[in-house]
């Protein structure tokens, strides 16, 4: 195995049924994020970290994914035509931002078997997993993190939010390794963030049964032999082969495969493929944009004095 991590795999071939009928004939990660589909955030997160060999498991009716980070002369010529040169550097940087490649998952069976359908690829190298769902606030910062992490340890990482135990059963969730009564953490100066490492994972536990309430969110970093484990990893919940299930082996077998170590992020995230998170990443990048960030603060402001005397009159 070689530390050195410089490939990446994007799974993005759900179907969005919870954005319909937005996403009948539009793949959910091409939908806008103010100016930019969402999936673009995940490919510059992932170039941020000096990631840019990356692998796009897609399925049917994804092809303007393939569009999106390809080419288009004639697009670019009447932009340079009309002098719109902003928008031709913003229109050429989608397609010289890195090496995508993309290869379909065919049968619907889940996390596990996107990734191990990136096995080929990937090769006997260590690499990263992006979510497409997901909008990491600093990710760049946070997958560089997760790579030094995995070089300085050898185990496999993953990114772990904490969150109300009321939510745990939509997530994948761990289960810390516990020593003297306490999680046992990756110590180190150079550790920005709480990391510890894992005994256990449980995809989407009821509360009452959840090891913990810090719950898995879409960045990890493998090492190469979780394809050898997804490979006998029987189906799950659903019918699917969880991705869950593979790391729970990696944890157990520490001292032969490194285990699992969780960085507890304390950043930003928007599940993108919720429509509540979606409109506030809408809402937040839209008041942090340079072209209209002030006008949006400014709406913003005037809206909410609205509400508050709409709600204070039918007080």
Do not use: C
């Not at 879409?218 to 190469?224: A, H, K, Q």
């Amino acid at each position: 195995m070689t530390s050195r991590v410089t490939k990446a795999l994007i799974p993005a071939a759900g179907l969005g049924t919870r954005f319909l009928p937005a996403t009948k004939a539009i793949p959910k990660e091409m939908l806008p994020v103010v100016d930019k589909p969402a999936i673009q955030y995940v490919v510059e997160e992932a170039v941020q970290a000096h990631l840019t060999d990356l692998l796009m498991v897609t399925g049917r009716n994804k092809t303007p994914l393939e569009n999106h980070f390809d080419r288009v002369p004639a697009l670019e010529d009447a932009l340079e035509a009309r002098g719109k040169e902003s928008l031709l550097d913003a229109v050429r940087r989608t397609s010289e931002l890195a090496d995508v490649h993309y290869l379909r998952q065919g049968d619907p069976l889940g996390l596990g078997h996107a990734v191990l359908r990136a096995k080929q690829h990937v090769g006997e190298e260590s690499f990263a997993v992006l979510l497409g769902d997901d909008i990491i606030q600093s990710g760049g910062e946070l997958l560089r993190e997760m790579i030094a992490l995995h070089v300085r340890t050898g185990a496999s990482v993953i990114a772990v939010q904490e969150v109300p135990m009321e939510q745990v059963s939509s997530y994948g969730v761990v289960a810390p390794h516990i020593v003297d009564g306490s999680a046992e953490a990756v110590v180190g100066d150079d550790i920005p963030w709480p990391s510890v490492w894992v005994d256990g994972l449980v995809e989407k536990p009821a509360a009452g049964e959840a090891p913990s309430n810090l719950a898995i969110i879409g960045r990890y970093v493998l090492r190469p032999e979780v394809f050898e484990v997804l490979e006998r990893t029987s189906p799950g919940r659903g019918g699917e082969i969880q991705l869950t299930d593979a790391l729970q082996e990696l944890a157990a077998r520490r001292d032969e495969l490194g285990g699992v170590v969780a960085v507890v992020y304390p950043g930003r995230r928007y599940d993108t493929g919720n429509k509540l998170d979606y409109l506030k990443a809408n809402i937040e990048f839209a008041v942090a944009h340079p072209e209209i960030g002030g006008a949006v603060r400014e709406w913003l402001g005037e809206y909410a004095g609205a509400l508050a005397a709409e709600g204070g009159a039918r007080g």
